[in-house]
């Protein structure tokens, strides 16, 4: 079995110390994400940890499908325990940890939706709006990694084995068999990993090295089949489930990482085991090894901070390791100030975009008003991009289900006009049949995530993440079929491109009499490119726009929201779905659109505000940057918060922030105060990059200058060099909007 080691680099007689660890270990990094560049171009996603596989690795699957790919239980459980046991180990004698992959099992597979089981019937409509459905998509739900470590992986097989023989029906046999192989897979992998370990350590000439390497070896044979009791155990079993995870499908977010950690490393520190530097050192190996989501402070149960010792280590390893980290900090009522300043202080250190910062008053009064209580309401974590979670005891699709509402103001447009020669048109015709087509979209989104969850067993059962929910283990059943709780996200894109579209034409065409729907309706087919169409589109372009301050297009986008609630929200009514199944399923709205930014406005036509053909629409919840010349960040926060649908799922704020900013205790105090009157006024999440413009622009020219520079693109964080052209330009103009000159050549400032 092959391995990637790093033996002999370093000489016999060479001391280290944490801090010449780090620095290597960064350094390391960075190779590494060059190597990925070059190898696989522009990522426009999540760093993940991942490294280039050696040159001798490659995976051969075993199709169960004549197309080449494979499906359900069988399919999955025999590809993913060969790989197991194939896969070859990544071994830096520099960490603290091993589990880090190559790629993931989604990604090599082949058609990801079985061809035979087929949802012909529904894909007009995804077509004709541009949805992202969802269909086959890992869940983007969040496990409880504390079940994992009460049991350990021979605990989970116990487990497993337990239920097996209550649930002793046919329907069952299939899930057991698979999770029980599954597992027996992971201890055999981890049992080979820790002796492949030892012998690294033998050929290790550096006795500090080697010592190290002994002790990761005893670290892995432990936690094969026993659970983690130290910090180092918790931490290396944390590594290899993201791997485990990460290699089946993606893999989910963290969770809750103080409270994760604080019982070991107490009893690490109590019985003298580790210092508070080893403690640091072992976080910052955590966030080399994978850039999961993870949140720290907030309310507990008792609604009291959890904000610990612990909370401000990983604060100081995150700054230590300063690399791409999505960590999320939750403001309440409760707050721990000091712990707030203090992660404030690092968003200014590093200007790496981390942490963010997102709204317990909001997020909690939202989920509470689909049914369920505090208690419950505050389990419910930061866990992605743009999404929460309950750690073990929900099933999402987070972040995976898209409408591009600005696709089906585009259908409504052009149909009203078909339509205009026995009907007027006007703005309110225009709402009359936005919302019909909004309306068919959001029903059959709903229809296609009711057939996912009927079906995704069938295609690709959750058999890592099956182990750490409450549910599937007990029912014999997939989490698909057995979570305690569906919570389906229906996220809406385009908010602003409409709002601005429908604000335009009522005040263009409607109130100041400039240019008719026959006029504009030419324009908009010709992509601006008529007679006068510059000037045309630049009227369009600065006409009352969304998060102008109470404008028509803050108008328009309210009104818009409040339709796209009410419409996601009467899919709960089981009374309006064909199959009585998942009786409590909620549909929570929300207003995000990832990276799908690019992708969705490449399928929209020219749009009303001055939009051009095949152009991005506007980022999730944020204005169509560039148009605000004030810096009024505030309003447009306020704006923002009034288009949050208020159910328990986020419309993040995106900024960007200028670095002048001084990074002084004034400047950390009023970057206090402006968060929390962001997140009271009713605000959800809240994104912040402060980079310098000058900065950003040669990045873009030259990426290999500033290889450690690190944007928030969307809701996650990147190296910038490792982003696509496209993207990078995408940050760019976002960037250029806080300090920069618009297409008028007019200043403007920071936050729009």
């Known amino acids: 079995m092959g391995k990637i080691q790093f033996i002999n680099e370093f000489e016999e007689d060479e001391s280290f110390d944490y801090n010449k660890r780090i620095r290597l270990l960064k350094k390391r990094k960075l190779d590494q994400t060059q190597e990925k560049i070059d190898m696989e171009g522009g990522l426009d996603e999540d760093d993940y940890g991942r490294v280039v596989a050696p040159d001798d690795f490659f995976f051969e699957c075993v199709p169960n499908h004549e197309n080449g790919s494979y499906y359900g239980y069988e399919g999955w459980r025999t590809n993913y325990c060969k790989l197991l046991d194939e896969h070859p ?32 019937e529904l894909k007009e409509a995804f077509d004709q709006y541009n949805i992202v459905c969802g269909i086959g998509s890992d869940g983007h739900f969040t496990p409880d990694l504390r079940m994992g470590f009460e049991l350990g992986w021979g605990g989970i097989l116990e487990k497993l084995k337990k239920y097996q023989n209550v649930n002793h029906g046919e329907e069952h046999r299939e899930f057991y068999e698979s999770e029980i192989m599954v597992v027996e897979a992971i201890i055999r992998f981890l049992n080979r990993i820790s002796r492949e370990i030892r012998e690294l350590s033998c050929e290790e000439r550096n006795p500090y090295l080697r010592r190290n390497l002994r002790e990761m070896a005893e670290t892995n044979q432990k936690i094969a089949c026993e659970k983690p009791e130290t910090l180092r155990e918790c931490i290396q079993w944390m590594c290899w489930f993201s791997f485990f995870s990460r290699l089946y499908n993606r893999g989910p977010s963290g969770g809750q990482l103080d409270e994760l950690l604080r019982p070991f490393y107490e009893h690490d520190i109590d019985a003298g085991i580790i210092d508070d530097e080893t403690a640091k050192f072992y976080i910052a190996c955590l966030f080399l090894n994978d850039t999961r989501y993870y949140q720290l402070a907030g309310p507990g149960d008792d609604g009291r901070d959890m904000a610990s010792h612990i909370s401000y280590l990983i604060l100081e390893a995150a700054d230590w390791i300063n690399i791409a980290c999505n960590l999320t900090v939750r403001v309440h009522d409760n707050m721990n100030e000091d712990f707030f300043r203090t992660s404030v202080r690092y968003l200014f250190k590093n200007k790496n975009a981390w942490p963010r910062f997102s709204g317990d008053n909001s997020l909690v009064k939202g989920f509470m008003r689909c049914g369920y209580d505090q208690k419950l309401a505050r389990k419910r974590l930061a866990a992605g991009c743009s999404w929460m979670s309950i750690p073990g005891m929900e099933y999402t699709l987070n972040d995976l289900v898209k409408i591009n509402v600005a696709k089906v103001f585009e259908v409504a447009y052009f149909e009203m006009m078909e339509e205009a020669y026995r009907r007027e048109p006007s703005s309110g015709v225009l709402w009359e049949h936005f919302e019909k087509h909004l309306r068919r979209a959001i029903e059959t989104t709903a229809k296609g995530i009711l057939f996912h969850l009927h079906n995704q067993d069938r295609n690709e059962p959750e058999l890592v993440c099956n182990l750490l929910s409450r549910g599937p283990v007990e029912k ?14 229906m996220d809406g894109a385009g908010i602003g491109t409409v709002a601005d579209s429908f604000a335009a034409c009522e005040q263009r065409i409607e109130k100041e009499g400039k240019i008719t729907w026959k006029a504009l309706t030419r324009q908009l087919e010709l992509n601006w490119n008529d007679i006068d169409g510059e000037y045309v589109r630049q009227m369009m372009l600065h006409s009352e726009r969304y998060c102008g301050g109470n404008t028509l297009g803050d108008q328009w986008a309210e009104r818009i929201n409040r339709l796209y609630t009410r419409l996601v929200r009467e899919q709960v009514d089981p009374a309006r779905r064909e199959n009585p199944d998942y009786p409590e399923i909620q549909f929570i709205p929300g207003w995000f659109s990832w990276s799908n930014t690019l992708e969705f406005g490449s399928h929209v036509r020219a749009t009303p505000n001055g939009r051009l053909n095949g152009e991005a629409i506007n980022h999730g919840a944020n204005p169509t940057f560039g148009f605000r010349r004030d810096g009024a960040v505030t309003a447009m926060a306020n704006s923002i918060a009034r288009v949050q649908p208020f159910y328990g799922n986020c419309a993040p704020v995106q900024l960007e922030l200028d670095p002048g900013i001084a990074d002084t205790e004034e400047g950390v105090e009023k970057m206090v105060a402006m968060i929390r009157t962001i997140l009271e006024d009713g605000n959800t999440l809240l994104n912040i990059n402060i980079i310098d413009k000058n900065k950003v622009l040669e990045a873009h020219k030259d990426p290999s200058k500033y290889p450690d520079l690190v944007v928030r693109v969307t809701g996650f964080t990147a190296y910038f060099a490792m982003l696509s052209p496209e993207f990078r330009q995408l940050v760019v103009d976002r960037i250029l909007a806080v300090n920069g000159e618009n297409e008028c050549g007019q200043a403007y400032s920071c936050g729009c």
């Open 476 to 489: 014999g059943a997939d989490v698909t079929k057995s979570a305690m709780y569906f919570n389906m996200c």
């Open 89 to 120: 180990l990544y071994c830096d004698p520099l960490d603290a940890f091993v589990g880090r992959g190559f790629f993931f099992m989604t990604r090599q597979k082949g058609a990801i939706w079985n061809p035979d089981i087929p949802y012909d």
